[in-house]
Every structure is written in C-alpha cells, then in structure tokens.
C-alpha cells in the first residue's frame, strides 16, 4: 500500500480491503473503518457514505 497522505478511502492489496483513513498532519494518521473486498456494491455504497458522513461531522 503507498503512503497515507490525505484522509480517504485507499485499497490495501495486501490485505485484500477498502481502508478510510483520516489524517490529521504528517504525524497522526489514523485508520477509522475498513470493508473487504468482495462486498456487495450495495455494502460499499452504504460504507463510503458513513466514511464521508463521519468526515464531515
């Protein structure tokens, strides 16, 4: 997986899942919520919109 550098959503192969990540700065990244692949469209849909939901509030 690359580097973490802005909060979002980034694929980590290795581990075979979506990961949301918020950054804080340079120092504090921290790894908020994760959905393995194979999930349903439907199930992603509803994850990244709590991602985004819990981003902006």
Do not use: F, H, P
Not at 1 to 26: H, P
Not at 28 to 56: F, H, N, P, T
Request: with cysteine; hydrophobic share 35%; net charge positive.
């Amino acid at each position: 997986m690359g580097t973490i550098r802005k909060s979002g959503i980034y694929e980590n192969i290795s581990k075979k899942r979506w990961e949301y990540w918020l950054v804080k700065n340079q120092d504090i990244k921290i790894m908020v919520s994760w959905l393995q692949w194979g999930s349903s469209e439907e199930e992603y849909k509803k994850w990244e919109e709590a991602c985004l939901v819990s981003r902006a509030g």
